[in-house]
């Protein structure tokens, strides 16, 4: 069962890290014994008072098991675009996006911000089995799990909404102010948890080789820290 932790520790962090484009998104495997189930309208309630939370809540109802993307594909998409920002899919499937430089930061490094669309099917015999969240209580703290016969999809579709919700702060089209910035460019992958074919595939040509950020779901180990385009 995924666990998504809710606290005001992804709101602080969020907020710090749209001026500095960067997040951390918690992720945390308690035992279902510690669990003790709140009532189903919770999740409106975090939906409402969390942006991040409520976006990934919204990606995480659709199953989007490697191979079976296009629903989850569609809903980013319309998201990115419904920002005015310019989005596109590859040959792959992959979803791509770039907002260019404020005027006068176009010589700053560009960032790429990456994370995949596909998840862990809970059930292997029924992949698409829809995704039940609810929220529970254990040791004083909410979280955010699946009703136990599915994976939640956290990983990586909090990553996903993380990057949706900083787009739209730094664009100002969401909470908080416009932020001044360099080219930002977007690369959403299929098929990661798999065999990688979306990464491999990734147009890698309309991505500069400056800095990249790469943003996940998950806990990080230096590994995850960065991502770099790989030469052709």
């Not at 596109?88 to 911000?113: C, H, Q, R, T, Y």
């Not at 996903?160 to 100002?172: E, F, K, M, N, P």
Request: charged letters at 25%; hydrophobic letters at 40%; a positive charge.
């Amino acid at each position: 069962m995924d666990l998504l932790r809710c606290s005001n520790f992804v709101c602080k962090k969020l907020i710090f890290l749209a001026a500095l484009i960067g997040v951390i998104s918690r992720i945390y495997l308690p035992g279902p014994a510690a669990a003790e189930e709140s009532s189903p309208s919770s999740l409106e309630r975090i939906a409402a008072a969390d942006s991040v939370l409520g976006t990934a809540l919204e990606l995480m109802e659709i199953p989007s098991p490697s191979g079976h993307e296009s629903r989850m594909a569609a809903l980013i998409l319309e998201k990115l675009r419904g920002l005015s920002i310019m989005a596109w899919k590859d040959d792959f499937g992959n979803l791509m996006a770039k907002i260019p430089a404020s005027p006068g930061l176009e010589k700053v490094p560009p960032l790429l911000l990456a994370a995949h669309m596909d998840m862990v099917p809970g059930d292997k015999k029924n992949p698409l089995k829809p995704i039940r969240p609810r929220l529970i209580r254990s040791g004083g703290v909410e979280w955010i799990a699946s009703d136990g016969t599915t994976t939640l999809g956290a990983d990586d579709k909090a990553g996903v909404a993380a990057i949706i919700d900083v787009l739209s702060r730094i664009t100002g089209k969401g909470p908080g102010f416009a932020v001044r910035h360099g080219t930002i460019e977007v690369a959403i992958t299929r098929e990661e948890e798999t065999t990688v074919q979306g990464a491999k595939n990734l147009e890698t040509a309309r991505i500069p080789r400056n800095m990249r950020l790469y943003w996940t779901g998950k806990r990080c180990s230096r590994s995850c820290g960065n991502s770099r385009v790989p030469p052709k």
